[in-house]
T-cell receptor
């Protein structure tokens, strides 16, 4: 089993739709969590950190459930520019720095 | 402020040749990571440094791969000899450990093709 798993998609949604991505991780020692986005043929870029209490940044909301080892990302009112691959990332800070990336979920927002 | 800078952006080389990839991390960052990305395996952590010291190289695939960080502003990843299966995009990332969590910032990557 992979340490970080995601639904590979693709998710094809119309503009304005709400879309949710799920991620599960297997290592309970994981300390910090992130969502990155990666555009085609570009480098991954930090979208947002994920905090235990959940956090929001504009149209984006991230949730963490440590008991279930589950992370989610919700995108509201999706835009064409949201089309990208979304990567779930976990880090085991107290056991060395080991940013483990999930395989990513591809999103296409359609006009 | 300049981000992580990698060179070259593209490299095409023949099997058996030595390849050297270069990375300049963001100034002040104390962690540096090398990743490899392929369609089949996604993003894999190869090695990371803290304060120029290699901490974990368990992701380095074979002895053909080596990485150095002679100072805080420069790192290299070398493949010798290169093989076609090494073809991938190699990313360098850097981060700074403060009271918040580490956040890794990536360079634009080096797209390596070994023919």
């Amino acid at each position: 089993r992979k340490e970080v798993e995601q639904d590979p998609g693709p998710f094809n949604v119309p503009e304005g739709a709400t879309v949710a991505f799920n991620c599960t991780y297997s290592n309970s020692a994981s300390q910090s969590f992130f969502w990155y986005r990666q555009d085609c043929r570009k480098e991954p870029k930090l979208l947002m950190s994920v905090y235990s209490s959940g956090n929001e940044d504009g149209r984006f909301t991230a949730q963490l459930n440590r008991a279930s080892q589950y992370i989610s990302l919700l995108i509201r009112d999706s835009k064409l520019s949201d089309s990208a691959t979304y990567l779930c990332v976990v880090n085991r800070e107290n056991y060395g720095q080991n940013f483990v990336f999930g395989p990513g979920t591809r999103l296409s927002v359609l006009p | 402020d300049a981000g992580v800078i990698q060179s070259p952006r593209h490299e095409v080389t023949e099997m058996g040749q030595e390849v050297t990839l270069r990375c300049k991390p963001i100034s002040g960052h104390d962690y540096l990571f090398w990743y490899r990305q392929t369609m089949m395996r996604g993003l894999e952590l190869l090695i990371y440094f803290n304060n120029n010291v290699p901490i974990d190289d368990s992701g380095m695939p074979e002895d053909r791969f080596s990485a150095k960080m002679p100072n805080a502003s420069f790192s290299t990843l070398k493949i010798q000899p290169s093989e076609p299966r090494d073809s991938a995009v190699y990313f360098c990332a850097s981060s700074f450990h403060n009271s918040q969590h580490l956040k890794a910032f990536f360079g634009q990557g080096t797209r390596l093709t070994v023919v």
